[in-house]
C-alpha cells in the first residue's frame, strides 16, 4: 500500500499520460511500443492512454510515426497524472469503479437485510 498525500502520490507516477482516440489501435500499439520515452500503453475502446517520460516532447514524436503510416488521430490530450490515475497505478482499479462496486456491496446487504426480516 502506497500512503502520501494527494500529490506526494501524484507525483510518485513520473511523467504525463498522453490519451489518444484513434480508428486503428492494434496497429498503432505495435508503433508507439517503439517509440523512447513510452512507459506503458493501456488501452480501453477506442482510446489509448499513455503514460511518457516528458508529454510534450514525446507528443509531436507519437503524432508523426502514426501519420507516416496513414493512422489518424481524431483527439489528443496530454495531462499530469490525476489522483484516479496515482490510485489506479496502485490498485488497478480507477476509483470510480472502486465506489460503484461499493455501492454494489451496499445495496446487496441492504437486499439481505430485507430479505432476512
Known sequence: MKIGSPRELKESIKGDIITLELMDTLKA???LKRIDGVIEIKEENNLLRI?????SEIA???LEA???VGIYVTRISITQPTLDEAYMEYTGKSLREEQASSEEMFAMMRTLR???S
Do not use: Q
Not at 503514460?51 to 508529454?55: D, E, F, I, L, R
Open 114 to 116: 430485507r430479505a432476512r
Open 51 to 55: 503514460k511518457v517520460s516528458n508529454g
Open 60 to 62: 509531436p514524436k507519437i
Open 29 to 31: 500499439l505495435s508503433i
Open 66 to 68: 502514426l501519420n507516416s
